[in-house]
């Protein structure tokens, strides 16, 4: 019987990649240690297919976090936070993220980056009902005051 390839349903549940998404600098962005990790690529080897590619990548797809970002945020370990500043961790935008699937060529990439956009999709469908609902309340608030 042949190997059935994973899906992106099956491959990497919604919630662990919603968790991998963070909040820097107003942009929704994961790291490139993350994006590995869901990749089962060493964050190394990521790193290099976009320095490769590097055209592909301008800065509203992806950036350097800064030592102060890192030092600030709650995904950097103790032995990492004074580290040599060329390593710090990149952040990518869903721009970026959708782009690492045409320098990372293999098949989990693609079903990886799948599930990354339904995951972006999905949170951004509850932030608007979120929203409508805040303004519900206002309304609601106003009209009963």
């Given at each position: 019987m042949p190997k059935k390839e994973p899906t992106s349903h099956n491959l990497v549940p919604v919630e662990v990649i919603e968790r991998r998404i963070l909040l820097i600098r107003g942009h929704k962005v994961m790291l490139d240690s993350h994006l590995a990790e869901l990749y089962e690529v060493p964050t190394r080897a990521l790193n290099q297919a976009v320095?490769?590619?590097?055209?592909?990548?301008?800065?509203?797809?992806?950036?350097?976090?800064?030592?102060?970002?890192?030092?600030?945020?709650?995904?950097?370990?103790?032995?990492?936070k004074h580290r040599d500043p060329r390593s710090l961790p990149y952040a990518f935008t869903e721009q970026g993220v959708a782009m690492l699937s045409s320098v990372l060529k293999s098949a989990r990439a693609v079903q990886v980056n799948i599930a990354i956009m339904r995951a972006v999709v999905r949170l951004r469908q509850i932030l608007a009902t979120h929203k409508e609902l805040a303004e519900k309340l206002t309304e609601m608030e106003r009209k009963y005051d």
């Amino acid at each position: 019987m042949p190997k059935k390839e994973p899906t992106s349903h099956n491959l990497v549940p919604v919630e662990v990649i919603e968790r991998r998404i963070l909040l820097i600098r107003g942009h929704k962005v994961m790291l490139d240690s993350h994006l590995a990790e869901l990749y089962e690529v060493p964050t190394r080897a990521l790193n290099q297919a976009v320095k490769r590619n590097i055209d592909r990548f301008p800065e509203d797809f992806m950036f350097r976090l800064t030592t102060e970002e890192a030092n600030r945020s709650q995904f950097v370990t103790g032995s990492q936070k004074h580290r040599d500043p060329r390593s710090l961790p990149y952040a990518f935008t869903e721009q970026g993220v959708a782009m690492l699937s045409s320098v990372l060529k293999s098949a989990r990439a693609v079903q990886v980056n799948i599930a990354i956009m339904r995951a972006v999709v999905r949170l951004r469908q509850i932030l608007a009902t979120h929203k409508e609902l805040a303004e519900k309340l206002t309304e609601m608030e106003r009209k009963y005051d």
